[in-house]
């Protein structure tokens, strides 16, 4: 079983240890002439683990509550408060409502420019990630098989159970680490095990569309049909029918990837010492390795498109947000 708290821990072990080279790269100037740019530095104890971004709105969340929001997709940052000192996991981008989840099962909810509000989750458990459609379905993913769905848009919860002995023939419970809701209510889950679990009826049945033996930590649909997903030891897998049926690519790397976004003229991969980009959908890829990226950690990216222009945002250490061009 994989261990996330191991995991945890060896990114936060690397931040501190690496920290120098990452300065260097940054006094240096390594990632302003390239196709990263810095955009947003904290200290080296700080961290940021999740992005989102809808349309020009977005923020960034991590490590003692920082949340940081963004109003021109991404090239300026402005510190913001939750009002809570655990830490913020994943979130979610609405047009009405956004969604932080974190620590202890917290939740936090941001309605129609209003403060951020704590919202009662039944649970205790660290929550990874969250995710949510415009019609309100909202799941969120943690810590030894939670899963946690809301049909009003994250203001009421109820805990979604799964006969874990039965789907992994083990009295394990997997971490489930990522969760995409699609506009049509389709929702997909990732796991420890290689897991990838689908519900077609807004999680009232699932079905088990791939298993393995390592772990998948993110995945990202970029239409109704076209996804990735990325985990432990360089796993990258593509779906071309809606997480139905997926294949494993072939990359240049057997470091742990973190997470996944795709447009359709390219597909970007971040991770431990890792930053990753296809022109032609996953077929080949290139390493990047400007700046800190092959030594230091990232832990999340997120973009827009817009006339066939990308915009994208990476975060991770030391409270760092990136510009991908």
């Given amino acids: ?39 947003h530095q904290g200290i080296v104890h700080d961290a940021l683990y999740d992005v989102c971004l809808e349309g020009q709105s977005g923020f960034a969340v991590g490590l003692a509550g920082t949340v940081l929001a963004t109003d021109d997709a991404g090239m300026t940052w402005q510190k913001g408060s939750a009002g809570v000192t655990d830490a913020l996991l994943g979130v979610s981008c ?39 459609n415009e019609s309100g379905l909202t799941v969120a993913v943690g810590g030894f098989g ?34 995409d809701v ?15 679990l689908r519900s077609v009826d807004q999680g009232e049945t699932w079905e088990t569309v791939n298993k393995g033996d390592t772990s998948l930590f993110a995945v990202d649909f970029r239409d109704d049909t076209i996804g990735f997903a990325v985990g432990q030891k360089g796993k990258v897998m593509k779906t071309l029918d809606g997480g139905l049926t997926w ?7 057997e470091e742990n990837l973190l997470d ?6 390219q597909v970007l991969v971040a991770g431990i010492r890792t930053l990753l980009r296809s022109r032609d959908d996953g077929l080949n890829w290139e390493e990047i390795t400007e700046g800190d990226v092959a030594v230091q950690w990232y832990q999340a990216l997120k973009g827009s498109s817009n006339g066939g222009s990308d915009s994208v945002v990476m975060v991770g250490h030391s409270g760092r947000i990136i510009n991908i061009k």
Avoid at 260 to 265: A, D, I, L, T
């Fill in 94 to 132: 609405g047009k009405s409502v956004s969604l932080a989840v974190g620590q202890t099962g917290l939740i936090m909810r941001k309605a129609d420019g209003a403060e951020w509000t704590a919202i009662d989750s039944g649970t205790d458990q660290r929550l990874l990630s969250v995710s949510a």
């Fill in 260 to 265: 996944v976004w795709s447009s359709e003229s």
């Fill in 247 to 253: 294949i494993t690519m072939s990359v240049p790397t």
């Fill in 1 to 39: 079983m994989f261990n996330f708290n191991l995991l945890r821990q060896t990114i936060l072990s690397a931040a501190l240890c690496t920290s120098c080279l990452a300065t260097g790269a940054q006094a240096s100037g390594q990632d302003d002439n390239g196709m990263l740019s810095v955009v």
């Fill in 146 to 179: 939670t899963v946690l769905k809301s049909n009003d848009g994250g203001l009421n919860w109820a805990s979604v159970t799964f006969d874990w002995e039965t789907m992994l023939n083990d009295f394990l419970e997997p971490h489930v680490y990522d969760v």
């Fill in 182 to 196: 699609s506009a049509d209510g389709i929702i997909t889950l990732v796991a420890e095990f290689d897991l990838v």
